[in-house]
C-alpha cells in the first residue's frame, strides 16, 4: 500500500489549504483514514479522523475549522484546513488502516507535507 499526501505548503494567517492523501495497491477495503500532525519533540497528534461510515472526530484545536472528508471510490482522504492561525503550523501525516486483497490487516503512514502560516 502506498500513500500520497499534496497540498501543504505557505499561507497567509485567516487562509484555507486542502490536504489529500490518495491510498493505493492491494487494497479491499479502507476503514478509519486520519491526519495527524507533529511538532518537533512531542507526540504525532491527531488532527481529525474519519471511519467507513463517514462518523468523524476531530482535535477540539481544529474544531469548527477543519473538515475532513474522504472519497471511498478514489481511497482518498481530504482536510480543508481554514482560517488558519500559525500554530496550525505543522508536518501533517495522514493514516489509512483496512485490509488487503489477501485478508491482511494494513495500517500505513503517507509522508509528511508541511503547513506553514505565517505572514
Known amino acids: 500500500v502506498q500513500l500520497q499526501a499534496f497540498g501543504g505548503g505557505l499561507v497567509q494567517p485567516g487562509g484555507s489549504l486542502r490536504l489529500s492523501c490518495a491510498a493505493s495497491?492491494?487494497?479491499?477495503?479502507?476503514?478509519?483514514m486520519g491526519w495527524y500532525r507533529q511538532v518537533p519533540g512531542k507526540e504525532r497528534e491527531l488532527v481529525a479522523s474519519?471511519?467507513?461510515?463517514?462518523?468523524?472526530k476531530y482535535a477540539d484545536s481544529v474544531k469548527g475549522r477543519f473538515t475532513i472528508s474522504r472519497d471511498n471510490a478514489k481511497n482518498t482522504v481530504y482536510l480543508r484546513m481554514n482560517s488558519l492561525k500559525p500554530e496550525d503550523t505543522d508536518v501533517y501525516f495522514c493514516?489509512?488502516?483496512?485490509?488487503?486483497?489477501?485478508?491482511?490487516?494494513?495500517?500505513?503512514w503517507g509522508q509528511g507535507t508541511l503547513v506553514t502560516v505565517s505572514s
Open positions: 474519519i471511519t467507513g461510515d463517514f462518523s468523524t
Open positions: 495497491g492491494s487494497i479491499a477495503s479502507i476503514n478509519v
Open positions: 493514516n489509512v488502516d483496512g485490509l488487503l486483497l489477501n485478508h491482511m490487516t494494513f495500517d500505513y
